[in-house]
């Protein structure tokens, strides 16, 4: 089947302990990207990629690192969490940057909490 | 002012009326998304525009790129329409992608 898988969907942590999110995708696309979505402010960009080794700041990439060592991976980094990245994130990949005709595929999201 | 507008922010139809959620942007862009969100959370893209007009099923959507302005239509709404429809935008040559707050959908039977 067709997906985006993000591991783990519930973590809840203590500030300043390294974790990373990861986020996998079995289409071949060459487009990733990572957002957050938080009540009152909808869904930001982080980070994206538009394939192996490209990654290109988002709207809020503060606080994050991405890398894309394979095309399938992108895995999201916060090297120190802080409580204000406490958050629903999400994981989306296309075949192209743009989006092709079936858009954008959407992993089924992470809440992180940091304590 | 947020590059990305929604109206209305509620929505709240009978089943079977015909519906319309408003996107407004004020950014150039090369594409318009159109993205659903279940009340569990999951996100689904429904269309991907950068013209006129594309339909799937009761769904339809149109932009106008002179006007900056792209309309979801949902006709014959039904109760498992009900979800939050989110308009998305890929800005001009980059590729970053900036989001509306959403409309919040209900369709009562």
């Known amino acids: 089947e067709a997906q985006v898988t993000q591991n783990p969907r519930y973590l809840i942590t203590v500030t300043g302990k390294k974790l990373t999110v990861t986020c996998s995708q079995n289409?071949?696309?060459?487009?990733m990207s990572w957002y957050r979505q938080d009540p009152g402010l909808g869904l930001r960009q982080i980070y994206y990629?538009?394939?192996?080794?490209?990654?290109d700041k988002g709207d809020v990439p503060e606080g994050y690192k991405v890398s894309r060592k394979e095309k399938r991976n992108f895995p999201l980094i916060l090297e120190s969490p802080s409580p204000n990245q406490t958050s629903l994130y999400f994981c989306?990949?296309?075949?192209?940057?743009?989006?092709?005709?079936?858009?954008?595929?959407f992993g089924s999201g992470t809440r992180l909490t940091v304590v | 002012k947020n590059e990305v507008e929604q109206s209305p922010q509620n929505l709240t139809a009978q089943e079977g009326e015909f519906i319309t959620i408003n996107c407004s942007y004020s950014?150039?862009?090369?594409?318009l998304h159109w993205l659903q969100q279940h009340p569990g959370g999951g996100i689904v893209s429904l269309f991907m525009?950068?013209?006129g007009k594309k339909k799937h099923g009761r769904l339809i959507a149109t932009i106008n790129i002179q006007e900056k302005h792209s309309s979801l239509h949902i006709t014959a709404s039904h109760p498992r329409d009900s979800a939050v429809y989110i308009c998305?935008?890929?800005?001009?040559?980059?590729?970053?992608?900036?989001f509306g707050a959403g409309t919040r959908l209900t369709v009562k039977p």
């Open positions: 989306a990949s296309s075949l192209r940057a743009g989006g092709d005709i079936m858009g954008y595929t």
């Open positions: 289409m071949n696309h060459e487009y």
């Open positions: 990629s538009m394939n192996v080794e490209v990654t």
């Open positions: 950014v150039g862009i090369s594409a």
């Open positions: 525009l950068s013209s």
């Open positions: 998305a935008v890929r800005r001009g040559a980059v590729s970053d992608m900036r």
